[in-house]
T-cell receptor, first 115, second 113 residues
Framework: DAGITQSPRHKVTETGTPVTLRCHQT?????MYWYRQDPGHGLRLIHY???????DKGEVSDGYSVSRSKTEDFLLTLESATSSQTSVYFC??????????????FGPGTRLTVL | GNSVTQMEGPVTLSEEAFLTINCTYT??????LFWYVQYPGEGLQLLLK?????DKGSNKGFEATYRKETTSFHLEKGSVQVSDSAVYFC????????????FGKGTLLTVNP
């Protein structure tokens, strides 16, 4: 199994508070991704990173920011959480050098509830 | 743009039944195709993949063939088990796109004993 951990695994917060989710990898993979999973929508890409300090937006990036100061860590921040951001968040990693075909490896997920 | 359409669920089968989950795609360029599986309470795991036309991916009794002429990648299994109950996602990746995956909405499979 790819070494990917997410923290926290569960979080309940209130509307308007800031929240940071952490993804940590031990695989030294170049690419890291944040997705959210919602019923009826499958997985949707929020942001991704293609290297340290190199990030870009996905299809549902509004209300989210990311940072990657080290290869192994990719942080997702909700500056002011809203109830619409209640979801399960997955981190994924990919190594274009080895796989070359876009295969991604997923973390266990973080269940976030915004009250 | 890129998109994946997979059959809506839920799908309910009896043990040992034949399974087909349809997946079709639209892509710019030549995609790699994937099936991921998500067991209850877990993250996604790669089930199988195919990287070029006519390739067949297979794993754990599941198979899918990359059909460029019909832009399809249907998932099949000859005899399902209760332990196959999960959500199945079809996905594609196009080279030069920073390996972003585009997912279908997922199909929930329930297998009854």
């Amino acid at each position: 199994d790819a070494g990917i951990t997410q923290s926290p695994r569960h979080k309940v917060t209130e509307t308007g508070t800031p929240v940071t989710l952490r993804c940590h990898q031990t695989e030294n993979h170049r690419y890291m991704y944040w997705y959210r999973q919602d019923p009826g929508h499958g997985l949707r890409l929020i942001h991704y990173s293609y290297g340290v300090k190199d990030t870009d937006k996905g299809e549902v990036s509004d209300g989210y920011s990311v940072s990657r100061s080290k290869t192994e860590d990719f942080l997702l921040t909700l500056e002011s959480a809203t109830s619409s951001q209640t979801s399960v968040y997955f981190c994924a990693i990919s190594d274009s050098g080895l796989a070359g075909d876009g295969e991604q490896f997923f973390g266990p997920g973080t269940r976030l509830t915004v009250l | 743009g890129n998109s994946v359409t997979q059959m809506e669920g839920p799908v309910t089968l009896s043990e040992e039944a034949f399974l087909t989950i349809n997946c079709t795609y639209t892509a710019t360029g030549y995609p790699s195709l994937f099936w991921y599986v998500q067991y209850p309470g877990e993250g996604l795991q790669l089930l199988l993949k195919a990287t070029k036309a006519d390739d067949k991916g297979s794993n754990k009794g599941f198979e899918a063939t990359y059909r460029k002429e019909t832009t399809s990648f249907h998932l099949e299994k000859g005899s399902v088990q209760v332990s196959d109950s999960a959500v199945y996602f079809c996905a594609l990746s196009v080279g030069g796109s920073n390996y972003k995956l585009t997912f279908g909405k997922g199909t929930l499979l329930t297998v009854n004993p």
